[in-house]
DNA sequence: ATCAGTTTTGACCAACTGGTCAAATACCTC
DNA sequence: GAGGTATTTGACCAGTTGGTCAAAACTGAT
């Protein structure tokens, strides 16, 4: 088989940290390797491009993501808490690496979205998708909210991207403004987005 | 006096229109002044750097928007108005635009400030400023619904930031996935979002 | 031990980038 | 129309970038 190496993984995850710091074009081919400890050489002998690079790190931390979003959004867990925790995990997430780095990093996705929707179509899809399976956790508890009657029935799968959307919206404020302060209380604008604000918090029985 | 020039003036626009179209980096100095049909030599007469365009470029876009913000935001309209009408117009530009170029351009302001505020101190504090002008905007109509008893008397300035990364948010998203119905929604979202989402639609009196 | 296949190395490159500069030129003011 | 100033020009540069390559080194399976 030859020699095994764990210097793929290295640059996946060296590349999703320093793409998040500051930017995809920011961030060179060179200072990836360095990051990663990796020659140059080696780089392209896992990855054919930068860009291909950036697609696989998506895909690599949007795997790694899913047992704990499973976990948050299980079925058995009643829809609305399943939100309340999410966005309690946006805040810690973010709380937590503001704390080690000094910076608000804000959401990879929306970051290198932005960026890059325009000019690399294959780092647009991988973007595209992992967005899409975020609104499906989301959709899901709205959907499962509405059947108890806890939100309004109509428009779901509208009000499961107007909620990603607003997710996302608060992590790049905050991320520009370097303040967690409008993170810290996204839940209570999340269920008054979906028209879940004026219940009472009730933990399901 | 000397000789007098357009060349600023075309510079700054081009300077907006291609880095929403694309990303700061991606946008070469060159490529802005071919665009404005400027020499290089010229450009560096009018401006220190690209970071110091940028800044510039920035400050005279909101500027420019002023007259209409204001008029929108006027006193005289009765406060849920003023952001329906907010709301329809970001929808009027953005269709606009993406029938002229056949892409959602989003905002500038957040696709730069994302990309920008962790290398660059003084587009991201120019970013900051044009942010803070339209969450005035927004926190002023809110706290007018809220004296109408339109919205909950609480934490309005909170709920300006949260309402201004939720536009943000939704043009973002229009822009990754180059759809717009998520923001020809946009009102309906705001109004739920600021807690005026159940009452009826009326146009004051 | 051997050998095929995997990984590593580091020197190399062409293209592009933001930025410089000194001289030429046009324009407004008087 | 003279003169000073604002503007324009285009050639130039040094640093950086993503990407290449052929040879060397290592490893696991047999």
Redesign the pocket.
Known sequence: ????????KRLLEAAIELMTETSY???????ICEHA??????????F??????AVCALEADTQERRPRLDAIFSPTVPPLDRIRTYCQLFYEKQAEAKAKSGHVPGCPLFSLGTEMCRQDPHIRRKVQECLDIRAKYLGSAIRDAAEEGLVPKSDTEMKAKSLLAYFEGVLTQARIHNDLSVVKELQYGALELIGAGRLPEQKAA
Chains 1, 2 share one sequence.
């Open positions: 088989m030859g020699r095994t190496s764990t210097a793929r074009a920011t961030v060179t081919v060179d200072a400890g990796v020659k140059k050489g080696s780089f392209y002998h896992f054919s491009s930068k860009s291909d690079l």
